[in-house]
């Protein structure tokens, strides 16, 4: 989901064309390479123009911009539904497939393989979208998997080891795959979800060629949460500086860490997960919030959005309140300097 910070929403629509592509509708301007600083996560998502450099519409967009169409007015939506319920029957209409035309983003999962299976899989998963989307290019395809150094243990965790991809396969095949398929006009550009091993991840971004976008776990706690998979340090700010140094643009995810920096976990986790364990750290964090007058997902958004290096923040929004609380973030513009220095006092020694 694409909001607008800056200029007036005139409309403030959304809409569904067919993967959940969502956003607002903003009139008049010239919006050619530019990109939105807040965008709605999903398994498809709505990014960029789909004209324009996208490296350099991402990472140096001077002003963000919001340019969607509509086809369901936000004002008809349910409050006691999820967005992806209310869309689930939501019309395809023909202003809504024009708009899907340009604004495409296919996530895809890579473990071991050979390499042709690799290339197999990832070629099935790009058109497989393209049929569903009725499109001939996707503008922004991730690799949505953890990259591990060879050898790492992280590619033998219980949970999570179906979901890496070796650093040598990535170099070997995966890479030279998304660069055929920008030659072969199937994608744009590609990317990399950045929170896989911190090194493996700052290795690849000062390599060549370099990927147009990273996801970027950016939140006040430097913390991946449940998505870390490896005992070291995560280093995500040394991971967004490495992108900004090299060009690459940055999607700031985990904003409020799945729940632990907001005023209440709103699902049944155990006492040991990750994301219990950040939100028990996280007392003055929230005592620190309510002093300012702002809810503790308020703080974190514009935390994230103020956070050097970060150019657009990825919300896991799902209903209509956190919607336009996260609007309203964005439109309240960065927090000063010194309330970023008591945002990192709360977190003091922190060693996510």
């Known amino acids: 989901m694409l909001l607008h910070r800056g200029n007036m929403v005139e409309g403030a629509n959304l809409y569904r064309p067919c993967d959940a592509v969502m956003g607002y509708e903003f009139t008049g301007g010239d919006f050619v390479g530019q990109v939105t600083q807040v965008t709605r996560s999903g398994q498809t998502q709505g990014l960029l123009p789909g004209q324009g450099d996208m490296a350099k519409a991402i990472h140096a967009a001077p002003r ?104 040598s396969d990535f170099i070997a095949t995966v890479r030279p795959c998304f660069e055929a398929f920008v030659a072969e006009g199937l994608i744009a550009a590609w990317g990399l979800t950045g929170i896989g091993h911190p090194d493996a991840i700052i290795e690849l971004l000062a390599d060549r060629p370099a990927p147009a976008v990273v996801q970027c776990i950016a939140n006040a706690m430097d913390s991946p949460g449940a998505l870390k998979f490896y005992d070291e340090p995560a280093r995500p700010r040394e991971v967004i500086a490495a992108a900004q140094a090299n060009g690459v643009g940055v999607m700031g995810i985990r904003a409020v860490q799945a729940g632990a920096l907001t005023d209440a976990i709103d699902r049944d986790l155990p006492p040991d997960h990750g994301e219990v364990r950040d939100y028990n750290r996280a007392g003055a964090y929230r005592a620190l919030a309510a002093e300012l007058g702002l809810s503790a997902a308020t703080l974190g958004h514009r935390y994230a959005l103020s956070m050097a290096g970060v150019d657009t923040v990825v919300l896991g929004v799902k209903n209509r309140a956190e919607l336009a609380e996260c609007v309203a973030a964005a439109e309240a513009g960065p927090l000063p300097d010194d309330i970023m220095a008591r945002v990192d006092g709360c977190f003091t020694g922190n060693t996510n």
């Open 64 to 167: 963000p911009h919001v340019i969607i169409r509509q086809t369901l007015s936000i004002a008809a939506l349910q409050p006691d539904k999820t967005v992806a319920q209310q869309f689930a029957h939501a019309p395809i209409t023909a202003l809504g497939r024009a708009a899907a035309e340009q604004y495409a983003h296919q996530a895809a999962f890579v473990a071991a393989g050979r390499g042709d299976q690799i290339e197999a899989r990832l070629r099935q998963s790009i058109h497989d979208s393209l049929a569903r989307l009725r499109l001939e290019r996707l503008d922004l395809f991730f690799l949505h998997s953890n990259i591990a150094p060879d050898g790492h243990p992280m590619q033998r965790h219980p949970d999570a080891g179906a979901r890496m991809t070796a650093q």
